[in-house]
């Protein structure tokens, strides 16, 4: 079942073990066939060196598992929340990744302060709110999600590919899960930069608009320029 999704969510899972995102089992990535309603996820605390495509678990939109031996990962519904908010999305990654981590922690968002931010993140990575005593004890995980939900309700999730869940860490997501993988990896870099950036100069207050948009726009929608075309 599903067996060309499995493949690319295990090598999703797998590139964040080798761009150093992730200690032990701390991280998992998922990927979605929309045409089916079907999302294959990495299963909960699995060694990545012992993984397989055939131990990715299959899960419909509602949580119900369709596939696999195994029990889907702790943070499942937060990915099949944000699948369901996010119809563009085809991958969700979520890691512990160090720097991503400490804004996420320090309930900081992570300003545009160059252009490398720009080329991915059409403005701030944004944070959520913390979630309430309330949330945390009922539906944890899916609070989550829905956490990441309100936060994006007047951003552009394909624009802003990445999020910091407060006092918890990072998600992001791209069109498979590959792509979010990638961007995982990016969003830690952005952060590494950023912390480096206010450690020298506490009072940067980041690029342009105009250097923004010229280098988010390079790369991004009809007009842009980046790369050999098709």
Not at 76 to 87: C, N, V
Not at 120 to 139: H, R, S
Not at 172 to 195: C, I, N, P, Q, T
Request: hydrophobic share 40%; with cysteine; proline share 5%.
């Amino acid at each position: 079942m599903l067996d060309a999704l499995k493949t690319q969510v295990l090598e999703a899972n797998l590139e964040l073990v080798r761009r150093g995102l992730v200690l032990c089992t701390f991280g998992n990535a998922s990927g979605i066939d929309r045409e089916r309603g079907l999302v294959a996820i990495k299963p909960s605390g699995v060694p990545y060196d012992n993984l397989t495509s055939d131990d990715m678990v299959i899960s419909d939109l509602s949580g119900v598992v369709m596939g696999g031996r195994l029990k889907p990962s702790s943070d499942l519904d937060t990915h099949l929340e944000l699948y369901r908010a996010f119809p563009a999305i085809g991958g969700v990654v979520h890691t512990h990744s160090e720097f991503a981590t400490a804004w996420a922690q320090a309930g900081r968002e992570i300003p545009a302060y160059g252009t490398t931010h720009a080329d991915y993140f059409y403005g701030p990575v944004p944070v959520t709110q913390e979630l309430t005593a309330e949330e945390v004890g009922d539906d944890y995980v899916l609070n989550t999600g829905k956490a990441i939900v309100r936060r994006f309700r007047n951003l552009d999730p394909m624009a802003v590919p990445g999020v910091l869940v407060a006092g918890h860490a990072p998600f992001a997501w791209g069109k498979d899960a590959m792509e979010a993988a990638y961007h995982a990896v990016v969003l830690e870099s952005v952060a590494r930069m950023a912390f480096y950036t206010v450690t020298l100069n506490p009072e940067c207050g980041g690029i342009s608009q105009a250097l923004l948009d010229r280098h988010h726009f390079r790369k991004h929608g009809a007009k842009a320029t980046y790369g050999q075309g098709s």
